[in-house]
């Protein structure tokens, strides 16, 4: 089924797209599919049709997964063929399903907002199919899905998903259960859902979701009681529900009837919860923005992106309670390394405050607020993070001086809170409040709470009672110098170890400016930003004491053992000896999860420190990988990849990489470094599909973060073969370049261009490249110094990336515009470069038109005097008006007829007293000539000295060709310039008469000389 060519980009029937977009890959090679089973099958009986693809199947593993693709292709597209394309699915594919599951993941995190709804239909029966079959990573399947359902959305389309997977679940009820993870994911997005579905006329649902949630919460209350304080943040939202009245009532007073290891709701709230719950109620596209906004965009240009996002996602009524789900996931997922900390990129704290102020109802702005300050009610310095707690002290100390309502409301509800959110527990909260104050203090965020709480802006009964409830944070220090002398307190961002090298930034400081007088020993006011901090880390011996007792007897018996070993080689034999277990036909795949936590745990101190051998041989790279976690690397790449061991494993490694995401760049090293991986480096795909994320772009781009900011050295050891084996991944965009060369030295930067030349690296191709660069002028110096490096590297031509120019600002993008200018005065010029050089804006202080002009005059004089005269002519062939509607009407800068002039004059300008001919050549005096003709009396007048050369070609048509050279030496031409050499068989009485000719236009000279003058200073 191959579309047929047309001068118009034909409609997928998978993707909804417009004549502007490019064709979707992924539905390019699914209808290529479609096409190679349709042309198979077509004419033919259902068992001969069967047999046909059964056979095809048979030839190899390329051959089974253009079968299983296109049979998957035909169920989303031809709903009347689905359940007979299912059968023979499930009949025909001999990988467990695995390359669907990764179809359908790749779908549901990129594409499914641009789903055909005929489409989106089938993806939904499908995976209840799925389900129903009980299908290994189902399950994984269904948890992406339920992200998909977008919180704060009444819309028809979101209703009907949120209802079709609740239907799902219901229905296989049996099968759910039996995933500890998928009870808790979904008892996490109904609960929060419920608020949504609160209008009469969705009161059905509603009801279907309390039975849903209530039933779970009952039968499987340790399943659910993983969560954590959002458990309990998310059931007092819906606490007017009466089957939720009474769970409270269980809660607080029968703890036991829910299990029998639960104490009470206090137990609850002490434990911290997990990020992936936080992040499960945003979307694929919100999450994608909102990191975007945290990572990429620069403090004070946010406006745009957040005008967007509140049209997208934030103006309905009811998108009120999605504030909340934001400010969670902010302060609970989005914790940005020290090196964008440091940097001037957008700040959570900005993010939330914007958040606050866009709240219109009194309930979603305290809701909001509590979802803020969650995390210190009952904080606790040994379990939870700093970054937890960082943005809502940040949010107060920035907004004193803009906003100091928004600083007052949020002290206000801090001390309110205390007692007001559950008074048995008020003593509690009030230890984690003042824990998080404290250790705000301790590292650093803020030197002193002061100036924030006994602030002359703040009114003064909320003054009075931030004394009362905190007096212990209301004192100034003694002497101002006093926070300055204090030695700072190493700090942990994120889990992120940081190395002695990392430590680039001033952390003796740490600490923001409170004071406007306060200089540094320059006598300038000190830069305003915050000094990241590291933590010293104390080496404390692995704990898997919550997860052990969980596991089966042979199991268990072999981690303890992994525990006790202390010799590596030792512990590779054990850990072999565990892959075996799991790899045993009865290995309860439920306990994958609780394996994956022992391992995490008792390999951490495998994660810490350079994996890169010092001085790189054969042997010390094959002596890295021989630890532990490498030996279930080494068994994925002994295994076929449609053998059900190496799903089995691969679920193994994914349960891994959600407890230890370092996981994922250790097997990107262990695919490059290791003899028994060679041309194994596809397996990092199947893994990457398997985990979580989903998706071979968002993992690769995570772990080479991860890598960049852990190790350097293996960044850049590891760069080569990720270019090569992952092209598509890496070159159609400047992410990760923007990675390499933000960390890069001048030595690492040399040897990426040697791997450059040698052929070994390609970072750059024709289709993209000029994008990446355009993405690059946002960078830093010495990046953006790099990337043009990188690029010079490669051989590919200075016309692909010329458009460039018209994006060029010579006071925004020296360091483009410097690169350009080099390369550029080695090219010999072509209409199309001479065409962008000429379309740049003039301006006196940017010399970059001038100078490659002078320089192309001098080297190549005519090629770039034939080119000018096209384009002038070209130019002034061109109605003003449509000149003057195509220069206004682009943001980028357009060739005009004004333009050239100007440019051309000002190449006269710096001619002069030179021995150059340029404007002395046939070619431009003819342009001049033409344009002359035609233009009106504000250009002659303004060019008249440019134009003058054109009179003097016309008057020298007349006599002979020997004489054609003279007007060089007449007193029309250049003050001080050079004549040309005369031939050798001029006559006297020929300069006579030039002579003779010239002298009666020389008050005609001295004329336009002046109004030219006039015109400059215009």
Not at 182 to 211: C, F, I, W
Not at 402 to 415: K, N, Q
Not at 480 to 499: C, G, Q, R, W, Y
Not at 968 to 976: D, E, H, L, Q, V
Request: glycine share 4%; proline share 5%; aromatic share 6%.
């Amino acid at each position: 089924m191959e579309p047929s060519p047309a001068k118009g980009k034909p409609q997928g029937r998978l993707v909804v797209s417009t004549t502007l977009d490019a064709k979707d890959e992924l539905e390019e090679r699914l209808e290529r599919c479609l096409g190679i089973v349709t042309s198979m099958t077509n004419g033919l009986s259902e068992r001969e049709a069967n047999d046909a693809i059964t056979a095809h199947v048979c030839k190899g593993p390329q051959q089974h997964e253009e079968v299983c693709l296109g049979l998957f292709a035909i169920l989303l597209t031809e709903p009347p063929q689905a359940q007979r394309c299912y059968r023979d699915l499930t009949l025909v594919n001999r990988d467990g399903m695995n390359v669907v599951l990764m179809k359908i993941n790749q779908i549901l995190m990129e594409k499914f907002l641009k789903l055909q709804d005929v489409c989106r239909t089938q993806l939904v029966w499908l995976v209840r199919e799925l389900v129903k079959s009980g299908v290994i990573g189902a399950d994984g399947v269904l948890m992406t899905l339920m992200k998909q359902i977008a919180g704060g959305d009444i819309s028809s389309k979101n209703l009907w998903l949120a209802e079709s997977v609740l239907d799902i679940l219901l229905d296989q009820r049996e099968w759910v259960v039996k995933s500890g993870m998928l009870v808790a994911m979904s008892v996490y997005t109904y609960l929060r859902l419920m608020v949504d579905h609160g209008t009469p006329n969705l009161l059905p649902l509603r009801q279907k979701e309390v039975d849903f949630c209530i039933g779970l919460i009952r039968e499987k209350f340790m399943e659910v009681y993983v969560i954590g304080r959002d458990l309990v943040r998310l059931l007092q939202n819906v606490a007017r529900i009466p089957e939720i009245d009474l769970l409270w009532k269980d809660l607080l007073h029968n703890p036991q009837t829910l299990s029998a290891q639960f104490t009470g709701v206090l137990q609850l709230l002490t434990s911290r919860t997990s990020r992936k719950f936080l992040a499960c109620r945003l979307t694929p596209d919100m999450e994608t923005k909102l990191l975007f906004m945290t990572s990429r965009v620069r403090f004070g240009q946010q406006k745009r992106y957040q005008d967007w996002f509140q049209r997208q996602y934030l103006s309905t009524p009811e998108s009120q309670s999605l504030r909340c789900d934001l400010i969670r996931y902010i302060c609970g997922v989005v914790h940005p390394s020290n090196e964008v900390l440091s940097s001037d990129i957008l700040p959570r704290w900005a993010i939330i405050g914007w958040l606050l102020t866009t709240c219109t109802s009194n309930v979603a702005a305290s809701n909001a607020k509590l979802a803020l300050f969650y995390d210190w009610l009952f904080f606790s310095a040994e379990k939870d993070s700093i970054m937890n707690i960082e943005p809502a002290i940040l949010v107060m100390h920035h907004s004193m001086k803009p906003h100091p309502a928004i600083t007052a409301t949020l002290l206000d509800f801090m001390c309110r809170i205390i007692p007001h959110f559950f008074p048995p527990l008020e003593v509690q909260v009030r230890q984690g409040v003042c824990a998080s104050l404290t250790f705000i203090m301790e590292k650093r965020v803020l030197a002193h709470l002061a100036p924030l709480f006994d602030n002359p802006k703040l009114d003064r009964e909320l003054r009075s009672m931030l004394r009362e409830r905190f007096p212990e944070f209301c004192s100034s220090p003694s002497t101002p110098t006093e926070a300055k002398m204090e030695e700072s307190v190493p700090m942990e961002m994120d889990n992120h170890i940081l190395d002695k090298e990392d430590s680039c930034y001033d952390n003796t400081e740490a600490t923001f400016s409170d004071d406007e007088e306060e200089v540094n020993n320059k006598g300038k006011k000190r830069e305003f930003r915050f000094h990241p901090i590291k933590e010293t880390y104390i080496e404390e011996p692995a704990d898997i004491s919550p997860y052990v007792d969980q596991l089966d007897e042979p199991l268990k018996e072999k981690v303890l053992q992994l525990q006790k070993e202390s010799d590596m080689e030792v512990q590779c034999e054990v850990m072999q000896e565990i892959v075996d277990l799991i790899l045993e036909e009865d290995f309860d795949s439920e306990q994958m999860s609780t394996l994956a936590s022992c391992l995490a745990e008792l390999f951490k101190s495998h994660f810490r420190g350079d994996v890169l051998p010092d001085e790189i041989t054969e042997e010390s790279l094959e002596e890295s990988v021989c630890k532990p976690v490498c030996l279930v690397f080494r068994n994925l790449c002994q295994m076929q990849e449609d053998n059900s061991s190496f799903s089995v494993l691969l679920d193994m490694l994914a349960e891994l990489y959600q407890k230890q995401p370092k996981i994922g760049y250790h097997l990107l090293y262990y695919l490059k470094a290791s003899k028994a991986a060679v041309g194994k480096m596809s397996l990092y795909e199947a893994f990457a599909q398997a985990t979580a994320l989903g998706d071979l772009h968002t993992c690769l781009m995570m772990d080479m973060k991860a890598c960049q900011e852990d190790d350097l050295r293996l960044l850049c050891y590891l760069t080569p073969s990720i270019y090569s084996e992952f092209p598509d991944e890496t070159l159609r965009s400047g992410e990760l370049l923007n990675m390499i060369v933000a960390v890069i030295d001048s030595t690492q930067l040399q040897e990426l261009m040697c791997h450059v030349m040698m052929g070994n690296l390609v970072m750059f191709r024709k289709d993209s490249v000029l994008n990446i660069l355009i993405q690059s002028l946002d960078w830093e110096t010495f990046e953006q110094y790099s990337t043009w490096q990188l690029f010079l590297a490669h051989s590919i031509p200075l016309e692909t990336i010329i458009p460039i120019l018209q994006h060029l600002k010579y006071k925004e993008h020296p360091e483009a515009l410097s690169c350009l200018l080099l390369q550029l005065r080695r090219e010999k010029p072509t209409e199309e470069m001479v065409k962008m050089v000429l379309s740049r804006p003039c301006h006196t202080e940017d010399q970059f038109t001038t100078s490659i002009l002078r320089h192309w005059a001098s080297k190549h004089d005519d090629s770039l005097g034939e080119h000018v005269k096209a384009l002038l002519i070209k130019n002034n062939n061109l109605p003003r008006k449509r000149q003057s509607l195509r220069s206004s009407s682009s943001k980028l800068a357009q060739l005009t007829l004004e333009q050239m002039l100007e440019h051309l004059d000002n190449l006269r300008l710096n001619l002069t007293n030179t021995k150059n001919n340029f404007f002395t050549q046939t070619p431009i005096l003819q342009a001049l000539q033409h344009v002359q003709a035609s233009c009106d009396e504000a250009h002659k007048m303004r060019f008249s000295d440019l134009f003058a050369l054109a009179e003097e070609y016309e008057d020298s048509t007349k006599p002979p060709k020997s004489r054609r050279k003279a007007p060089a030496s007449s007193p029309r031409s250049r003050k001080g310039a050079a004549p040309p050499t005369n031939n050798e068989d001029d006559s006297a009485s020929t300069s006579a008469s030039e002579e003779e000719d010239s002298r009666p236009k020389a008050p005609k000279r001295k004329r336009k000389g002046s109004s030219a003058v006039g015109s400059d200073s215009d």
